[in-house]
């Protein structure tokens, strides 16, 4: 009984799995290292989160019976 990895894992399974491993190894050496001075996806819409929320307290600030007396 001979043995084979191809009798246990497909050849195109083979193919996607490595492709896959190569895609990850790959993507964590950019992360490590890219460029140090670029900005990140979640840092860029954390100062837009952090701008909008203040422009939100300004506006309650600026005229507080506008939200709590509306009817």
């Known amino acids: ?22 895609c990850w ?13 670029t900005r990140e996806l979640a840092g860029v ?5 952090l701008r909008w929320m203040r422009r939100v307290l300004e506006r309650e600030t600026a005229s507080p019976t506008r939200w709590c007396c509306r009817r």
Do not use: E, N
């Open 45 to 49: 819409l954390h100062a837009y989160r």
């Open 1 to 22: 009984m001979a043995f084979s990895l191809t009798s246990i894992l497909p050849l195109p399974d083979m193919l996607a799995l490595g492709w896959f491993l190569l």
């Open 25 to 37: 190894v790959g993507y964590a050496w950019y992360a490590d290292h890219r460029r140090r001075g």
